[in-house]
């Protein structure tokens, strides 16, 4: 006896107290948002609890909708006074579990805050809210003669300030690099509430310490951007595709160094493997871009050269005997279909197989003996699974897909984690990265010591530590 109250009185007065308390804090973002600006029912909560990778459990209490960055503050600020998680949430486009809540999360969806504030042609800047879709700002900046250089498969749904907090890379990374490389400023919502604007509309500045540089790519477990910044660039012009068929890596590898040598405007060179194309072609209407298979197949672009010398390079591959056949699209329509075969993969993988997804990078100079390493060490595992890869090979991200073509989930799942843990040490001793461009959340969190020191994950710790005293924001990414 406690007080006159048993064991089993004083615990059920304790969760009952706990229910309370929840209800309670739940009610308070309820008010802060308004009766629009909240979903509760099942559907709704299952739809915004996940990300796109389908193997974590997900849990949410509510999902909010804030359309200031008032409304935003007093959401962190609410969860701070009750010592509850909030989930940060774009378009949810990401793989590795980053955007998935657990334990009843609050989701806090940007969808809502997607003004295009300015586009300043002057300036060559362009502030906006986070969650405005990509492309719809690619198009807004189209409507001024401007460009942001970001181009990925996703950007039909995904949102700029989720494309901020993964720093997004892309297919135009070998010319443009990361978002990274493109935001001159940032309004952050900080974990313990406070409003962090860092940076500014000017392209040099250099004042100490870059704040904003720690936001992008930390995966929302600092704080919620609410404003940004981004530089912005000429349109390309001149731009001209073609399609390679190879035998070997080793080739695309020589074709690349060959293009680098002639084109300092290489703005594509995307890969990927017949099994890709198949089953593009298999799940799509895109139609056979060759008569014969091929092995390999590698997606070029190259800008600010006339048709002729780009065709005449496209020959010297065909006699270097570096290329089996070449598709040079006369027409925007059919230069967007090659575009199609190459942006359909992630998709197609995703939503007709059950794919185990991984996002590395390497030194290019490594890529074909770690390619030749995975062709061993499939051998070995069931024939009911089926590795397809492609990837920004112009900067040594390779996207490995392991297909299950027949086997038991829980089989395919338990192979595949073995295999992963094989690859990523093989890549650590190559000096590659275990994630490229996707980010840790909670697909490699376990792994992140192959790619990180521990004093590198202790001072990432500390970081947090500063933004996020309470450990609110994201809990349970990228470490625990």
């Given at each position: 006896?406690?007080?006159g109250y048993n064991?089993?009185?004083?615990?059920?007065?304790?969760?009952?107290?706990?229910?309370?308390?929840?209800?309670?804090?739940?009610?308070?973002?309820?008010?802060?948002?308004?009766?629009?600006?909240?979903?509760?029912?099942?559907?709704?909560?299952?739809?915004?609890?996940?990300?796109?990778?389908?193997?974590?459990?997900?849990?949410?209490?509510?999902?909010?909708?804030?359309?200031?960055?008032?409304?935003?503050?007093?959401?962190?600020?609410?969860?701070?006074?009750?010592?509850?998680?909030?989930?940060?949430?774009?378009?949810?486009?990401?793989?590795?579990?980053?955007?998935?809540?657990?334990?009843?999360?609050?989701?806090?969806?940007?969808?809502k805050m997607n003004?295009?504030?300015?586009?300043?042609?002057?300036?060559?800047?362009?502030?906006?809210?986070?969650?405005?879709?990509?492309?719809?700002?690619?198009?807004?900046?189209?409507?001024?003669?401007?460009?942001?250089?970001?181009?990925?498969?996703?950007?039909?749904?995904?949102?700029?300030?989720?494309?901020?907090?993964?720093?997004?890379?892309?297919?135009?990374?070998?010319?443009?690099?990361?978002?990274?490389?493109?935001?001159?400023?940032?309004?952050?919502?900080?974990?313990?509430?406070?409003?962090?604007?860092?940076?500014?509309?000017?392209?040099?500045?250099?004042?100490?310490?870059?704040?904003?540089?720690?936001?992008?790519?930390?995966?929302?477990?600092?704080?919620?951007?609410?404003?940004?910044?981004?530089?912005?660039?000429?349109?390309?012009?001149?731009?001209?595709?073609?399609?390679?068929?190879?035998?070997?890596?080793?080739?695309?590898?020589?074709?690349?160094?060959?293009?680098?040598?002639?084109?300092?405007?290489?703005?594509?060179?995307?890969y990927f493997d017949?099994?890709?194309?198949?089953?593009?072609?298999?799940?799509?209407?895109?139609?056979?871009?060759?008569?014969?298979?091929?092995?390999?197949?590698?997606?070029?672009?190259?800008?600010?050269?006339?048709?002729?010398?780009?065709?005449?390079?496209?020959?010297?591959?065909?006699?270097?005997?570096?290329?089996?056949?070449?598709?040079?699209?006369?027409?925007?329509?059919?230069?967007?279909?090659?575009?199609?075969?190459?942006?359909?993969?992630?998709?197609?993988?995703?939503?007709?197989?059950?794919?185990?997804?991984?996002?590395?990078?390497?030194?290019?100079?490594?890529?074909?003996?770690?390619?030749?390493?995975?062709?061993?060490?499939?051998?070995?595992?069931?024939?009911?699974?089926?590795?397809?890869?492609?990837?920004?090979?112009?900067?040594?991200?390779?996207?490995?897909?392991?297909?299950?073509?027949?086997?038991?989930?829980?089989?395919?799942?338990?192979?595949?984690?073995?295999?992963?843990?094989?690859?990523?040490?093989?890549?650590?001793?190559?000096?590659?990265?275990?994630?490229?461009?996707?980010?840790?959340?909670?697909?490699?969190?376990?792994?992140?010591?192959?790619?990180?020191?521990?004093?590198?994950?202790?001072?990432?710790?500390?970081?947090?530590?500063?933004?996020?005293?309470?450990?609110?924001?994201?809990?349970?990414?990228?470490?625990?």
């Amino acid at each position: 006896m406690y007080g006159g109250y048993n064991r089993d009185q004083l615990l059920t007065s304790f969760c009952f107290s706990r229910r309370l308390k929840k209800l309670e804090y739940l009610n308070k973002i309820k008010e802060i948002v308004g009766q629009k600006g909240y979903l509760d029912t099942p559907t709704d909560l299952a739809h915004y609890s996940r990300d796109r990778n389908p193997n974590f459990d997900s849990s949410t209490d509510l999902v909010v909708f804030p359309r200031t960055k008032q409304e935003v503050q007093a959401i962190v600020e609410c969860a701070n006074q009750f010592k509850r998680a909030l989930v940060p949430s774009g378009g949810r486009t990401g793989l590795c579990g980053g955007a998935t809540a657990t334990n009843g999360a609050v989701v806090v969806s940007l969808e809502k805050m997607n003004k295009v504030i300015e586009i300043n042609q002057t300036e060559r800047i362009a502030i906006c809210e986070p969650g405005v879709i990509t492309e719809v700002l690619q198009a807004k900046l189209a409507e001024s003669n401007l460009y942001f250089p970001l181009s990925l498969a996703s950007q039909g749904s995904s949102q700029i300030g989720g494309n901020i907090a993964t720093n997004a890379g892309g297919m135009h990374f070998i010319r443009y690099g990361s978002i990274r490389n493109w935001v001159l400023g940032l309004e952050v919502v900080t974990g313990d509430g406070k409003v962090l604007r860092t940076g500014k509309s000017v392209y040099k500045d250099q004042t100490g310490i870059d704040l904003k540089s720690l936001f992008i790519g930390s995966e929302g477990t600092l704080g919620i951007i609410t404003e940004l910044t981004l530089a912005l660039a000429t349109p390309p012009a001149n731009g001209h595709r073609a399609l390679l068929a190879a035998q070997s890596i080793s080739d695309l590898l020589s074709t690349l160094q060959k293009l680098r040598g002639q084109f300092p405007q290489l703005t594509l060179f995307e890969y990927f493997d017949h099994l890709c194309l198949e089953k593009v072609l298999e799940h799509t209407e895109n139609k056979p871009p060759f008569k014969d298979q091929y092995p390999l197949y590698a997606l070029i672009e190259v800008e600010g050269q006339s048709t002729e010398i780009f065709e005449e390079f496209l020959m010297q591959l065909l006699n270097l005997n570096l290329v089996d056949d070449v598709v040079i699209p006369q027409s925007s329509t059919q230069s967007f279909a090659l575009l199609e075969l190459r942006e359909q993969i992630s998709e197609t993988l995703t939503t007709h197989y059950a794919a185990y997804k991984n996002d590395i990078s390497l030194p290019i100079s490594t890529i074909e003996s770690f390619l030749t390493k995975l062709k061993t060490s499939s051998e070995d595992k069931p024939d009911q699974i089926r590795c397809a890869t492609f990837g920004h090979l112009g900067d040594g991200n390779l996207h490995l897909n392991f297909l299950n073509c027949g086997l038991p989930e829980p089989k395919f799942l338990t192979v595949c984690k073995e295999w992963n843990q094989e690859l990523l040490e093989v890549i650590a001793s190559k000096g590659g990265s275990i994630s490229a461009e996707h980010g840790i959340g909670l697909l490699k969190k376990d792994y992140l010591h192959l790619s990180r020191s521990d004093l590198e994950i202790d001072y990432m710790k500390k970081i947090k530590q500063v933004f996020d005293p309470n450990g609110i924001m994201n809990p349970g990414k990228i470490w625990d």
